[in-house]
């Protein structure tokens, strides 16, 4: 089966060739969004390396990021015991942020970007752990990666979308919305009557 991914440091292989359910997890993502290009994957030692690397500061939290087609991924020996997921998970997150800046000609606001990212690698499961469904966000389009709660709102958030609607609803959404903000299902005055619902 041909993932093409293209992997830069044959380290990153042994945690995932031997998974056929990353590897159909990848398929899938590929199928339901219709992407079958070429990606890159770079391996790095250090957050440090990487901010050289981009030519930008990149947080110390960060584990893996992208651009264009090039997905970047510290080395999973760094922080493996971080509880942020495995290295497959962080992976797939990071290629489904390729797909949907690509897809949507980065229009796509960061939580529902995040929220979706999370959703396909199956990480939607330890935010759940580590909150409740009693949780509301009066601006979700103004959220930043400064904000620490912005993983744990966008997973809930994009949840309980799904729920509501379907997957294949809030995907076409996703590639056919031409004002995020303004839409019907996923614009601010709908994520803030369906938040408001779950808290009541």
């Known amino acids: 089966m041909n993932i093409n991914l293209n992997f830069k440091d044959i ?6 060739l031997s998974d056929d359910v990353w590897i159909k997890k990848l398929q899938k993502i590929r199928e339901v969004f219709d992407f079958y290009s070429s990606v890159d994957v770079l391996l790095f030692e250090s957050v440090k390396e990487v901010s050289i690397y981009l030519g930008l500061e990149i947080p110390e939290w960060v584990v ?18 971080k509880g942020v997921g495995t290295f497959g998970q962080i992976l797939l997150h990071e290629f489904v942020h390729v797909v949907i800046t690509k897809i949507t000609k980065n ?8 929220g979706i990212a999370m ?6 499961v330890n935010i759940f752990k580590k909150t409740n469904e009693d949780f509301y966000c009066e601006n979700i389009f103004e959220l930043t990666y400064d904000n620490e709660e912005l993983y744990f709102i ?4 994009v949840d309980r979308l799904i729920k509501v609607y379907g997957i294949e609803t809030i995907l076409f959404r996703i590639k056919n919305v031409s004002n995020y903000k303004e839409d019907y299902i996923l614009g601010v005055d709908n994520i803030k009557r369906i ?6």
């Open 11 to 16: 380290r990153m292989l042994k945690y995932l």
């Open 64 to 81: 893996g990021t992208y651009f264009d087609k090039t997905i970047i991924m510290l080395d999973y020996e760094i922080w493996k015991n």
């Open 107 to 114: 229009r796509c606001p960061v939580w529902l970007n995040e």
């Open 119 to 124: 959703y396909f690698a199956e990480q939607q």
């Open 154 to 157: 966008s997973a809930i958030t």
């Open 195 to 200: 938040s408001y619902q779950y808290c009541i």
